[in-house]
C-alpha cells in the first residue's frame, strides 16, 4: 500500500515549503515534523520500519515533544500500525501535561485502549484530578474521557464527583456529566440506580442542551425497564415535544429554520417507547404528533427525517384512526419522492407498518414494481423485505421467484446469507403451489446459498423429506420428485455444486432412491461414486456419500460397487472417512447387522434405541473403578475451560457423575459416528433420521415446521392459508394468461401490463374486498370456489368439523362479527363453563370461526389431571336457529367415551349462546413428548372445526400437559441429583438491552410454560414442573452474556429434550 | 485516508466516521467495534470502503450491514464530498436522515474551523479533527449539533493553545498574527 500513500503524498514536500514561508508556520512546526514521518511512511516498505519511525528519540524529552510524538503514533495507528508501547507514554502526557498536552493525551488514550484494556486503571487518578481542576476544560476533557472509555470497577471512585457536576454553572459541563452518567448506567447500570431522581433534575434543567442530552439516558431506561416506571413522564415530554415544535427554544436550536430537530426525533422515539400497547398514554400524545406531522412541511431533508420519525411512532403508539390516515398520506409522500433516500425510508416505513395494514402496500403496488427494477441494490433488497412481510400462499411463487432472480446477481455475502434464509423460510412454510417447485425452489437455495447459507437451512429440508406431511401419498410423491430431480442433476456437470448440495443429495438418494421403481442401487452407487473422483470435494462431503453407499447397498452389484470405492478410503488418514469406509464394508459382510441399524426408511420408525446406553453400564462402572475420570459432556467440558478463570457458579452437585445419555447427538459434530453408533446412542425422539444422519443437529433447530403448517402464523397469512387449493394456483395461471396477451399490445402498453400482472399476482390475497384489485378475474377466481363450498339453507346451518376450512375460507359471506359478540364472548362465555371447571386455569376464549349465524369458539382449561376443551357455539344473528347439527372427530386423538356422546347433537336454539359442548381429554404423557408435538397439532386441527392456525395461537401446546410443580430449593437440589437424564444447552436472547435478563426470561417460560419458579439466586434460576401424569422435569437457568443456559434434568429420557425445544420456542417468541 | 470517530464500546450508537480517499487504502483515525484486533479494524475499513466506493451517485446513502459491522443491527450512512467519503455506522434506532445532516454539520464545522477544508487539514490535524468530533458526539451520543456552540468550544480550546504559547513567549508576533487574522 506504500505506494498508494506515496501518490497522496508526493504534494506533501510542496506544501509544506509554502507554509515555512508563512507567518503561521510556527504553529506548523509541530505538524511538519508529522509530515516528514508521513514523507517517511510513502518510503516505507515493511510494517516495522513503521514502528522504528513513531519510536520517540531517545533521550530526556519534554511534554512538548512528546505532544508530537504522540500525533505521530496516532497517525500510525490509524494506518493500521500497532504502537501500543506508545499507550503508557499517551497516559503518561494526560497526567503530567499542560492543558494542551493533556488534551492530546487524552485523545491518544480514547482513541488507542479499549474498554478493559489494564492500563486504563492508570488512568483513573488523572482523571479525578482533573475532575476537581478549576479549569474548566480540562474539566470537559476529563469528562470527555470518562464518556468515552472507562474501566468499569473505577466509577464508584469518580461517581460522586462527576454527580456534582450536574449542578455546576457551566450548561457544557452539565451536559458532558449528564453524558457520562448515562456512560456509567450503560456499563454498570446498578451503580447509579441511586441517582435517578437527579436525572430527572437535568430533564428539567433550564438549559436545553442539558435537557436535550438527558433525553438520552430516559430512552435507554425506559427501553430497558419497563415503561410503566415511566409513564408518569409522559406529560412532560409531551410538554417538552410540543414547546419545541411550537418554536419556544432559542433560535440557535433551529437547523434550516426547523427547531432542534435531533431533539424532536428523540421525543419521538420516546413517545413510542411509552405509548406502546397503552391506550391512555397514547391519547396524551396524539395531538402533538398531530401537531408535529403539520408542522413538517418544508421540504427539507432534516423536516422528512422527523416526520420519519413520527410516522414510527404513530404506528407503535395505540392507534388513532385520523392519525393513522394522515399517517399513510406521509408514507405516500416518502415512497412517491424522486430523491433516491425518501424512497428507501418509504419502503422501510411500509415494511414496518404493512403487517398493520397490508391495504397501504396495494397502494403503492405499482412504485413497489418499479422499485424492484431499480439500479440501486440495497433498495432492490428493501422492496424484497416488504415483499417477504406480504407473502401469502397466492403470491408466493413470484416473490420467490423475484427474490432468487436477485440473489443471482447478488454478490454480497450477508446479503446472501440473508435472502437465502427467508426464501428457504418462504418455501417451507409454503410448500404447495406444488412439490415440483418446492423441490425446485429448494434445489435453487441451495445452489446459490452454496456453503455460507445457515446450516438448518439443509436441515431442515431433510427432516421435512424425512417426517413428511400428511399423507403418505404425498409424502412419497415429494421424496421421489425429489430423488428424480438430483439424478438428473448428477448426471451433468457436478463441480460447481456447494458442498452443503453434494451432501443433501447423497443423504436423499441413499434415504429414498428405493422408491423410484426400476432404479438399481447400483446405479446410484455409481453415479455416488463419480462424486467422490472430484478432488475439490471436502472430507465431510465424501462421508456423506460414504454414508449414503452403505445404506444403499442391499444387492450384491451394489454391494461390490461399493466396497470398491470404500476400499480406497480404508487407509485414509482422516478417521472420520476411514471410520465410514470401514463401517461400511462390514455392514456389507454381516446382512443381518445391516437391516438391523439400516432398515428401509419406512421401518426405521420401530428401531428401538436404548439411549441411556445402558449396555455400556458394566463397562463404564469398572473404568470408574480403575480410577477414570468420570465422563464430562463436551458442553460441561466446554464451560469449565470458560470458566476456568471466574468463579463457579454452577450449586447442585456436579460433582458428581454426570449421565451418559445427556449430550448424546446434540454435540457430536463430526460424522464419525454416523450409521452404527449413531443409531444405537441416538435420542429415540427423531429416529428416523437420527439413524441416517447425525449431522442433523434437531434439537436446537427452531422448528418453523409443523404438520399444519408454519408454526409461528403470522396474521396476515392465515386468511391465505385458509384459502382453496385451488385458487393458489391462480397467480401461475394468471401469469400463463398474460403472456398469451401481451402479444397484442404495444410494447409500452405491454411493459405496463406487465407490471400490472406482476403486481396482481404480488400482492393477491392482501387486504379486504375494497382493495383495489388490477386484474379482476383473481377475486371472481375465488369467490366462485367460496360460494360453492358454503352450504346455506335458510335458517338450518350445517357446521361440520371437516367442512369448515371451507366456510371460513371465504372472506364473502362471512359477517363480521359485532362488537357487541365480541363483548359477549369475553363476559358470558366464560360464565358457561360447568361449576367444576369454573375456577381452573384457562386460556381465553378464542372465536375460531364464524358463519353467517352461528360462531364457533373454544377455549382450554387446564384441569389438574387433563384438558379439557370447551366449545362454545353460538347465534350471532338476530333470529333463532332451529336446528343444529355438530359432529366431531378426531382421528389421531383418542377421544373418551364422555366425547362420543357429544358427537351428533340435535337441539333448539333461540338464546345468544346456543350451548357449550366440554371435551375432556386425559392426556397421555406421550402428547409432550416422543411424537408429541405432531399429536397435539393433530387433534387441534379436528376440534378446532377450521382454520388451524388461529386455534394453535391460543396458546402453546406444551403448556397444555405441563403444570407447575411447587418444590422448595432444598427439594429441588434432592431431585435434580437423582434424576438421570439432562440436556444443556444455550439459547439466545434476543432482547440483549433488557435489564434483568433473567428474570425477563424466566417470566416467559413461566407463562408460556406453566412452569413453577423455585427461586432465583443471583444470574440463576431454577425452576419445576410436571406433566399431567405427573413426572417431573426441573430446569436450571443461567444468564451470561446474551446467551440463556438452560439444563434440563428428568427422570423421563425424552422429556428434556422436549421441554427445551418449548422452552427455546417460548423465549423466542418473547 | 479514514478520518474518523470511535463509537468507543457504547453498544447503542456505534458510530465511526470515516474519511476515504479514493487514492489511498482505507485508513482509520478512530475505531467503534469494542476490543476489535488491529487485523479486524484494517478488515473492517477495508470492506466499508469497497461497500462504498463502488456505489454509484444516484443511490440512496444507506447501506445495510454486512456480516463485519454487526449484521442487521447496524447500518451504514455515508456521504461523499469530492474525494472523501464521511461514513458514519449507527444502530438500528438511528435515524437516517438525521445522520446524514449531522455529517452534514460535521463537515461545515470542520469548513469554519479549517477556513475551506481539504484532505490535507484533516491529515495533518487529526487531533484537532478528534476534538471537534468529541464536542458532537461524546460516548456514541449526539451532544451537540448547533455549530456555533461547536464552534465556540473548540474556538475556547484553541485560544488557549495560543496563549500558552504566548506565555511560552515563542514566536509572539506570529501567533498574534495569527489570532488576528482568524
Known sequence: MSDVVEKTLTALPGLLLSLDSQPGAAKLCATSRLGSLVRSITELTSKNVGEEMAEPPAGPRSPKQMKEIMVRAIYCEMLGYEASFSYIHAIKLAQQGSVLEKRVGYLAVSLFLHESHDLLLLLVNTVLKDLQSTNLIEVCMALTVVSQIFPKDMIPA?????????????????????????????????????????FRKALCDKDPGVMTASLHIYLKLIKVCLASNYKDLTDSFVTILKQVVGGKLPVDFNYHSVPAPWLQMQLLRILALLGKEDQRTSEMMYEVLDESLRRAEINHNITYAILYE?????????????????????????????????????????????????????????????????????????????????????????????????????????????????????????????????????????????????????????????????????????????????????ECDTSGLPQRFLQVISWVLGEFSFLKEGLEPADVVERLGKLLDDDAITTETRCWVLAAMSKLCGSSDALCKAEKVAHKYTSCLDTALRQQAVELELLGRDVDLRTRVLPQHGARNQLEVDSSLSFLDGFVSDALARGAAPYKPPHQRQEELSQEKILNFEPYGLSLPVSLSACSLTDRQSPTALSLSSSLSGNSADPPLKAGSNLLKLEGVKRVWGKQGYLPEKQATEEALAQEPSSIFAPS????????????????????????????????????????????????????STSEAVPAVGNTEVVEASEVSSLSGGSGPLAQPSSQVERGLESDLPSRLPATLVGLLRSDVEELCSGESLSLSACKVFDADALVLAIFLSNISDSSIQEVSCLISSEQLKVP???????????????????????????????????????????????????????HSVSPPASCSCRPLPLTTEEYGKMWLSFSHDVKQNLMLLKHEEEDQLEAALTALKEKLCLHIVDVIGAEGIMACQLVSGRPCLLHCHTHGGMLAIWLRSPIADLPDCLLYHCQKAIQER | MVAGSRPTSCRNYRCWIERLNHITESKTLKFALEKTTEDMEQQIIRETFHLVSKRDENVCNFLEGGLLIGGSDNKLIYRHYATLYFVFCVDSSESELGILDLIQVFVETLDKCFENVCELDLIFHVDKVHNILAEMVMGGMVLETNMNEIITQVDAQNKMEKSEEATLGMRVSFVTVYSIAR
Open chain 1, 733 to 784: 395461471h394468471q401469469q400463463a394468461c398474460s403472456e398469451s396477451q401481451q402479444t397484442t399490445f404495444s410494447t409500452i402498453v405491454e411493459q405496463d401490463q406487465e407490471k400490472r400482472q406482476l403486481a396482481s399476482s404480488l400482492f393477491v390475497g392482501l387486504g379486504s374486498q375494497n382493495a383495489p384489485c388490477l386484474v379482476r378475474t383473481v377475486a371472481q377466481n375465488l369467490s366462485d
Open chain 1, 158 to 198: 469518580v461517581l460522586p464527583l462527576v454527580e456534582d457536576k450536574l449542578t455546576h454553572s457551566k450548561e457544557i459541563i452539565r451536559r458532558k456529566a449528564v453524558l457520562a452518567l448515562y456512560k456509567f448506567y450503560l456499563i454498570a447500570p446498578n451503580q447509579v440506580q441511586h441517582i435517578h431522581d437527579k
Open chain 1, 310 to 490: 413520527c410516522l414510527k411512532t404513530i404506528y407503535t403508539i395505540h392507534p388513532k384512526s385520523e392519525l393513522l390516515e394522515k399517517a399513510a398520506k406521509c408514507i405516500g409522500k416518502f415512497v412517491l419522492s424522486p430523491k433516491i433516500n425518501l424512497k428507501y425510508l418509504g419502503l422501510k416505513a411500509l415494511t414496518y407498518v404493512v403487517q398493520q395494514d397490508p391495504n397501504l402496500a396495494l397502494q403503492h403496488q405499482m412504485t413497489i414494481i418499479e422499485c424492484l427494477d431499480h439500479s440501486d441494490p440495497i433498495i432492490k433488497r428493501e422492496t424484497l423485505e416488504l415483499l417477504y412481510r406480504i407473502t401469502n400462499g397466492q403470491n408466493v411463487s413470484v416473490i420467490v421467484e423475484k427474490m432468487l432472480d436477485f440473489l443471482r446477481l447478488s454478490k454480497d455475502e450477508y446479503t446472501t446469507i440473508d435472502l437465502v434464509g427467508k426464501v428457504a423460510e418462504l418455501a417451507e412454510k409454503y410448500p404447495f403451489p406444488c412439490s415440483v417447485w418446492f423441490i425446485q425452489t429448494m434445489n435453487a437455495i441451495f445452489s446459490i446459498g452454496g456453503d455460507v447459507m445457515q446450516p438448518d437451512i439443509p436441515n431442515n429440508f431433510l427432516r421435512l423429506l424425512a417426517e413428511g406431511f400428511d399423507s403418505d401419498e404425498e409424502d412419497r410423491q415429494l421424496r421421489l420428485l425429489a430423488v428424480d430431480s438430483y439424478l438428473s442433476l448428477l
Open chain 1, 897 to 951: 367415551e364422555m366425547c362420543s356422546t357429544f358427537s351428533v347433537l340435535s337441539f333448539y336454539l333461540n338464546e345468544f349462546v346456543l350451548f357449550s359442548l366440554f371435551v375432556c381429554f386425559s392426556l397421555c404423557l406421550n402428547h409432550l413428548y416422543s411424537e408429541g408435538v405432531a399429536q397435539c397439532q393433530g387433534w387441534e386441527e379436528h376440534l378446532n372445526l377450521g382454520e388451524a392456525s388461529l386455534y
